[in-house]
């Protein structure tokens, strides 16, 4: 798959992520904060069924979701460039 600088027309490398041109780069969407809620309501809920504690349970299960859905949101957004000076 041929690719070119959105901004000077560059001919890019496939999967390049920097426009050895110009100096623009692609922003690439990341997930990463999403999994930390994920992570982090899984641990609630352990905690929650290990102390048969259901407010925890309850609490780590929504964190839980809202990471999930948060974190399928952020992978669907597209890569996009960045001018670079
Ligand atoms: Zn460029």
């Known amino acids: 798959m041929d690719e ?3 901004f000077c027309k ?8 920097i426009c050895a041109s110009c100096g623009s780069y692609e922003e690439r969407p990341d997930g990463g904060g999403a999994l930390l809620f994920i992570i ?37 957004r597209k890569p996009f460039w960045v001018r670079g000076y």
């Open 40 to 76: 982090g309501g899984l641990i609630s809920m352990v905690i929650g069924i290990k102390l048969s504690e259901s407010d925890a349970l309850l609490w780590g299960l929504m964190v839980a979701v809202l990471g999930a859905a948060f974190f399928a949101i952020s992978i669907k």
């Open 10 to 17: 560059y001919e890019l490398l496939a999967g390049a992520e």
């Open 4 to 6: 070119t600088c959105p």
